[in-house]
């Protein structure tokens, strides 16, 4: 069995700058995978922060329909245990090789399911169009699965080089939006660049802030389940904000739950 990578080699470290992503055989052992299996399941099947709008359909309209991408932010919150794995102390410790010192001490974190079947995909997308339009900010996401990840349940892809960009247009999927997830226009052109990387249970894919990426449906019979780590640099304040006009003009139904249970 391949032993948890716990520190990048220098060349490694190059290709992360260079490309903006990085493909991991194990950076947890398997018995941790398999302990997290069993917290993942009950977080999701428990509907563990659906009322504070921190589960909910990242695909869907969250109108009652069965969720085809539900998603958890900052899982921890709910089981603390998650402050405490090998996965974690592992990501941190690579998270600083690739970033340096400055690193902010906390991470962020969320989980994203694609149940058997019917998990859809997650489209074409940086993670930066969700985030503050005047900030710009630095980091890198682990992004662990729990359940063999392949082109057939939902790997990730990534387009290399593209951490370069700053923010680009987005929409919400389906141009609806009630819908959460976001979709980088003309995602065309940027699937006929991507790469597909295939990873283990236990295993990681870690890319870059501004890195476009997707994941495609889940076709198979088994679980695709995956857990990610974020960590970043100090924000950089923009001289000019970012027109995200795609998150002014969304009405979502988890940010109606977060609205209300703020109250
Ligand atoms: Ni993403």
Not at 76 to 105: D, F, H, I, V
Not at 168 to 173: A, D, E, G, V
Not at 199 to 209: D, E, F, N, R
Request: net charge negative; proline share 8%; charged share 25%.
């Amino acid at each position: 069995m391949t032993s948890p990578t716990t520190s990048l080699t220098k060349e490694q470290i190059a290709a992360f700058h260079r490309e903006g992503y990085l493909v991991l055989d194990a950076i947890t052992a398997q018995e941790e995978v398999e302990r997290l299996r069993l917290i993942y399941d009950r977080l999701f099947s428990d509907k563990i922060g659906w009322a504070s709008g921190n589960q909910f359909d990242l695909a869907g309209t969250d109108e009652g329909d069965q969720a085809t991408l539900p998603q958890i932010l900052g899982p921890s919150q709910y089981a603390p245990e998650l402050k405490e794995t090998r996965y974690l102390r592992n990501a941190q410790g690579m998270a600083r090789e690739l970033l340096g010192e400055e690193m902010l001490p906390r991470n962020g974190e969320h989980m994203i399911y694609k149940p058997p079947g019917i998990g859809a995909a997650t489209p074409w997308h940086q993670d930066q169009a969700y985030h503050d339009p005047t900030i710009r900010a630095y980091g890198v996401n682990f992004w662990m699965p729990l359940d063999d990840a392949t082109v057939e349940s939902g790997c990730l892809h990534f387009v290399p080089g593209s951490h370069k960009l700053d923010v680009l247009p987005h929409h919400s999927i389906n141009h609806d939006p009630r819908i959460h997830g976001l979709e980088v226009d003309d995602p065309e052109k940027w699937a006929s660049k991507g790469i597909a990387c295939p990873v283990p249970a236990g295993g990681a894919t870690l890319h870059a802030a501004f890195m476009l990426h997707y994941a495609g449906p889940n076709r198979t019979d088994q679980s695709r389940r995956a857990y990610t780590l974020a960590f970043r640099l100090p924000p950089d304040q923009r001289e000019t904000p970012i027109d995200n006009y795609w998150s002014r003009n969304q009405q979502t139904a988890r940010a109606e739950r977060a609205q209300q249970a703020n109250r």
